[in-house]
């Protein structure tokens, strides 16, 4: 459809629709919702405080857990993909990006939501599968090495623009380099805990 729009004003409209979709797909606040279902408390109250994947893997249950990775990195995947196919490469982005503004900034928890990482990864994946794989790679490894979830996590929001340059998509680099900071950003409490060496690690169980 946007081939035949001319000019960004007319087609401004369509990705602010893109963009309010997805961010209503992005604040459904799927951390919160997995861990009342496995009765496992209300997560805002556990370790971070945080409604990601990785507080819930703080309650012990990795089940749960996986849940919520896989849920978090959906609502970003799917409404990328839904606008990428109705209304072509701008509108997915923009949809990916009000996801990603969802689940950080959910108007349901008052705008207190996640990190974003899983729902980054999402969005990568509708993007470019290649630069995803590269990824989740890059932040397993990381992960592995450091045993800090939010380090692999980090390094990869980092790699992402530098990914999709070897690939050659530049076209979704500004968008990547805006959610890279994004995630630093949300991230800044655990920057600092992991300077002062107080980062949990990864299968740390908080009381």
Same mark, same amino acid.
């Given at each position: 459809?946007? +081939? +035949?729009? /001319?000019?960004?004003?007319?087609?401004? *409209?369509?990705?602010? $629709?893109?963009?309010?979709?997805?961010?209503?797909?992005?604040?459904? *606040? =799927?951390?919160?919702? %997995?861990?009342?279902? =496995?009765?496992? &408390?209300?997560? @805002?109250?556990?370790?971070?405080?945080?409604?990601?994947?990785?507080?819930?893997?703080?309650?012990?249950?990795?089940?749960?857990?996986?849940?919520?990775?896989?849920?978090?990195?959906?609502?970003?995947?799917? !409404?990328?993909?839904? =606008?990428?196919?109705?209304?072509?490469?701008?509108?997915?982005?923009?949809? &990916?990006?009000?996801? =990603?503004?969802? +689940?950080?900034? *959910? %108007?349901?928890?008052?705008?207190?939501?996640?990190?974003?990482?899983?729902?980054?990864? &999402?969005? /990568?994946?509708?993007?470019?599968?290649?630069?995803?794989?590269?990824?989740?790679?890059?932040?397993?490894?990381?992960?592995?090495?450091?045993?800090?979830?939010?380090? &692999?996590?980090? %390094?990869?929001?980092?790699?992402? *623009?530098?990914?999709?340059?070897?690939?050659? @998509?530049?076209?979704?680099?500004?968008?990547? $380099?805006?959610?890279?900071?994004? %995630?630093?950003?949300?991230? +800044?409490?655990?920057?600092?805990?992991?300077? @002062?060496?107080?980062?949990?690690?990864?299968?740390?169980?908080? !009381?």
């Amino acid at each position: 459809m946007f +081939h +035949h729009i /001319m000019g960004f004003e007319r087609a401004l *409209p369509w990705l602010l $629709i893109a963009l309010a979709v997805g961010y209503l797909a992005g604040s459904i *606040p =799927f951390g919160v919702l %997995v861990a009342r279902i =496995f009765k496992l &408390g209300d997560l @805002r109250k556990i370790g971070s405080g945080s409604i990601g994947a990785t507080n819930v893997l703080r309650t012990g249950n990795k089940l749960a857990a996986f849940t919520t990775m896989l849920l978090d990195a959906l609502k970003g995947t799917l !409404p990328v993909l839904f =606008f990428l196919g109705l209304w072509g490469d701008l509108a997915g982005q923009a949809a &990916g990006l009000g996801a =990603f503004l969802g +689940h950080c900034f *959910p %108007v349901w928890l008052r705008f207190n939501g996640g990190k974003g990482v899983a729902t980054w990864l &999402g969005i /990568m994946l509708a993007i470019h599968p290649l630069t995803w794989a590269a990824l989740c790679l890059t932040w397993l490894a990381t992960a592995a090495f450091t045993r800090i979830s939010s380090a &692999g996590g980090l %390094v990869a929001a980092a790699s992402g *623009p530098l990914w999709l340059i070897l690939f050659g @998509r530049w076209e979704a680099v500004l968008l990547a $380099i805006i959610l890279g900071a994004l %995630v630093w950003i949300r991230h +800044h409490a655990n920057i600092w805990r992991i300077l @002062r060496g107080k980062e949990p690690k990864i299968g740390k169980k908080s !009381p």
